[in-house]
């Protein structure tokens, strides 16, 4: 799910992602790319002040509850919000995972953690199908 809302993202679809990002990642709380994703949509959506408040309270479930320091796609990417990066904003030409680019590392290591049977991801094959096509259909119209 992390890559088709990566793909949902650089599709500029933002506004559409919060109330499911946002219920993923109270599902999913110690997934870093879910939370940065929240955090870029709502980042580019005008909500600054939730988006740094959803990385500070990262930062505290995983060291108050877990003794862990946030890894660099955290880090790094509310350091952007702080500095209101351009990169942070929608281009159409970026990579599909803003947060992934302005943090300066394409994989935030959460692929060595299991990973949610497919159950769990409603309707995330066909949802991904359409998002290809989309980027299809708009690659070759540019």
Avoid at 86 to 95: G, M, Q, S, Y
């Amino acid at each position: 799910m992390e890559r088709l809302f990566g793909l949902e993202l650089a599709l500029g679809r933002h506004h559409a992602l919060i109330a499911e990002l946002t219920r993923y990642v109270a599902e999913y709380p110690l997934r870093e790319r879910l939370r940065t994703q929240l955090m870029v949509t709502l980042y580019r959506c005008g909500r600054q002040l939730e988006a740094l408040r959803m990385a500070r309270q990262g930062c505290h479930m995983l060291a108050d509850q877990h003794g862990l320091d946030p890894g660099p796609l955290l880090r790094g990417l509310e350091v952007a919000i702080l500095r209101q990066d351009p990169k942070l904003d929608l281009d159409e030409r970026a990579a599909p995972d803003a947060a992934a680019a302005v943090a300066g590392t394409a994989s935030p290591g959460w692929r060595a953690q299991r990973r949610p049977h497919a159950a769990g991801w409603p309707d995330s094959t066909s949802r991904y199908a359409s998002t290809l096509s989309a980027v299809a259909r708009d690659s070759n119209s540019g």
